[in-house]
């Protein structure tokens, strides 16, 4: 298992941070998600290699930015 962090900017509610997991969910392999609006911090663990582009896509189909942090 391998831990990601991500700074998201956009997030400014709890229902954003709901966009941004639903979308990231949706990943193969993730297995826990924790994303912060107050902190602009999204953590991503993964049972398998998680390829940054795909997280980073997720979280803009969400309709935020997100980079590795």
């Known amino acids: 298992m391998a831990t990601a962090e991500y700074k ?7 229902h954003c941070e709901n966009h ?14 924790s994303v912060s609006h107050k902190t602009g911090q999204l953590f991503v663990t993964s049972d398998s290699d998680l390829q ?10 969400a309709g935020y930015e ?3 942090a």
């Open 52 to 61: 940054d582009s795909d997280v980073v896509a997720a979280v803009d189909e």
């Open 66 to 68: 997100a980079v590795r």
């Open 20 to 33: 941004v997991r639903e979308e990231v969910e949706k990943i193969d392999g993730v297995s826990d998600i």
């Open 8 to 14: 998201v900017t956009g997030m400014t509610c709890g």
